[in-house]
């Protein structure tokens, strides 16, 4: 069975069982602290994955979790996006009513579920694990149950995700039937008879829409807005980053590892999904004032970019996902915890509380700014190498059908996101008569995660070979 694959999902678990645990002996004024030490102990696995370096894929539970390079930079991934988000949890759990340290664990047991999707090997595997993500975010986006917005999100991704989920399990039930197997490597053997059965095609293509729903991608993209307002700022910030992230490694796994014939005869509906997902997410975005909620239209042209190297089907299209949601990660996660800090000053998310940030809190005017400017792909940043490598990887397909409108959309929806993301920074820096001006204070965790953002975006956009080649490591699985 080959359990002690499991080791980094074993101590994720005992991390949230813990807090827990230490909730029961603790005074209510250091509960908040269990932020700090989980995120601290978190560290401690993300070393401990390096030590973790297969040469060649290993299997557990009957070949129904895999450990290779791709899960390895996924769940790297993941921990990293959840140590920074129990940071920003820690300043924000003073508005939480009651239940800090199951906000904290919660956090935890999404992350279990995203590594375990990242290793996952087979449809059983791919549904359990994206239900334990979901239903903590369930939880999690309806915590702050003293605000009707916040309980308003809860339900509205309840029952959409619900909805999804429908969708995911009866298509993997038609998998089965047609393939007679839910795992994805014997699927593999067969994947070129089963192209042929209507069965297993309609089972894949439900499953795959199911998948659209983490993502916030056509035809489930509907949610994010709406969830991004209401819900509580770490859990819209650990959701942004992680359940898309989860949702295009298991897509990478379906269409690129399991079914690639399928895939490139899918190319049309890929491509459809693409500039709808790219034109809703950046026009309805111009005309948001609320933060969050453009950070949610936001979210959705961006899966719409990410689907450029779905389309590609190829090596290049693969490596340039991986590396985009890196930068994604890092600008996402510090615009969050700027709107989380500037937003307790007055109780508000609009886009005016920015006014005068650069004479009250110069860092956190900075790491707004880096963040947007990185989002919306404007040199030297990290965003911008991120979508020129995701355009990189279809522009030699040109010539072939759909391929130059999909590339026009693309870069149309790039210029109208210059106007909202800019006009994040024109509020910063350029606000007129400001009605606030007193300092903002910074605490120490949040200066932490605010500079490894700064330092993350602007890495990978002026040094990204490394990145870039750790990226194209993890794609290796992949026989395109």
């Known amino acids: 069975m080959n359990a002690s694959l499991l080791v980094l999902e074993y101590a994720v678990v005992s991390i949230a069982l813990a807090v827990l645990l230490l909730d029961l002996w603790l005074p209510s004024a250091a509960k908040s602290k269990l932020g700090y030490v989980a995120a601290f102990a978190l560290t401690g696995v993300l070393c401990a994955s390096f030590l973790l370096n297969p040469e060649t894929a290993q299997f557990a539970f009957n070949h129904s ?21 129990l940071l920003i949890s820690v300043d924000f759990s003073d508005r939480l009513i009651t239940g800090v340290s199951e906000f904290y664990a919660l956090i935890l047991f999404a992350l279990t579920g995203m590594m375990l999707a ?26 702050q149950r003293n605000r009707i917005r916040s309980l308003e999100a809860g339900v509205k991704y309840l029952i959409l995700g619900a909805l999804s989920s429908a969708f995911m399990v009866y298509g993997i039930a038609l998998i089965f039937g047609a393939a007679g197997t839910t795992r994805f490597d014997a699927i593999t053997l067969a994947s070129v008879q089963l192209a042929t059965k209507p069965l297993f095609l309609l089972g894949l293509l439900l499953t795959v829409a199911g998948l659209a729903f983490k993502i916030a991608s056509f035809p489930f993209q509907i949610w994010a807005p709406d969830v991004y307002q209401g819900a509580p700022t770490p859990a819209v910030a650990f959701l ?3 359940s898309k992230a989860a949702g295009f490694v298991l897509l990478l796994r379906v269409l690129f590892g399991t079914v690639p014939n399928i895939t490139a005869q899918w190319t049309s509906l890929l491509i459809l999904i693409s500039i709808i997902t790219i034109l809703y ?12 909620r453009l950070l949610g239209y936001s979210s959705i042209g961006n899966a719409g970019y990410l689907m450029l190297g779905i389309t590609a089907s190829n090596s290049s299209g ?44 110069p860092l956190l005017a900075l ?3 880096l963040a947007f400017v990185s989002l919306a792909g404007i040199p030297p940043l990290a965003g911008f190498f991120g979508k020129f490598l ?22 149309f929806g790039i210029v109208v996101s210059f106007y909202y993301y800019l006009g994040v920074v024109r ?25 490894t953002c700064i330092a993350g975006i602007v890495y990978l956009g002026i040094f990204p070979n490394s990145p870039l080649a750790t990226a194209t490591q993890a794609v290796l699985p992949f026989k395109f």
């Open 367 to 369: 790491a707004l700014t």
């Open 281 to 292: 997410g950046n026009l309805c975005a111009i005309p948001q004032r609320n933060l969050k």
């Open 318 to 361: 693969a490596s340039a996902i991986l590396y985009f949601l890196g930068g994604y990660l890092f600008s996402v996660l510090a615009a969050f915890a700027v709107i989380s800090i500037v937003s307790r000053q007055s109780d508000d998310e609009d886009i005016s509380i920015l006014a005068g940030l650069h004479h009250r809190s």
């Open 118 to 143: 990242a290793s996952a090997n087979d449809f059983a595997m791919l549904f359990v694990s994206l239900e334990l993500i979901t239903v903590t975010f369930y939880v999690l986006t309806s915590f």
């Open 427 to 451: 509020a910063i820096y350029w606000s007129k008569n400001p009605p606030n001006l007193s300092p903002i204070s910074v605490p120490t965790p949040t200066r932490l995660v605010l500079y």
């Open 390 to 411: 995701l355009l990189k990887s279809i522009v030699h397909k040109v010539g072939q059908p759909g391929f130059p409108i999909l590339i026009g959309v693309a870069l």
């Open 65 to 85: 979790y895999v450990l290779d390079s791709l899960s390895l930079f996924f769940k790297r991934l993941f921990l990293v996006a959840a140590i920074i988000t």
């Open 240 to 242: 942004a980053v992680g």
